[in-house]
């Protein structure tokens, strides 16, 4: 199966996770948009095998990391992109986050 990485920019990201633009006086605005070139920068790489297999093998640590970062765990299908995450960005958030 192929996979495309919908590569958006940091600004764009935190649009479409927080519904907003991030304030540049706060820290975790500032965290999170770390976090999220990380992830852009990963997704680069995602199709490796290794990275697949380790992915899906921390699935569930995962998602005490999404509750940390304030997010609902969720597991969204792929489908076209409108506003939102509907390509597990914010997994993929949690991912770099538990690593």
Known sequence: MKVHFPFQCHICWF??????????????????????????????????AGTVRSIRLNLVKMIKYCQDLSFDPSLPELGPWPIGDTVGFQVALAQLRYS
């Open 15 to 48: 649009r479409n996770l927080k519904f907003r633009s991030p304030r540049v006086a706060s820290e975790a605005d500032n965290r999170l948009l770390e976090y999220i070139r990380c992830v852009n920068l990963d997704g680069m790489w995602s199709r490796e």
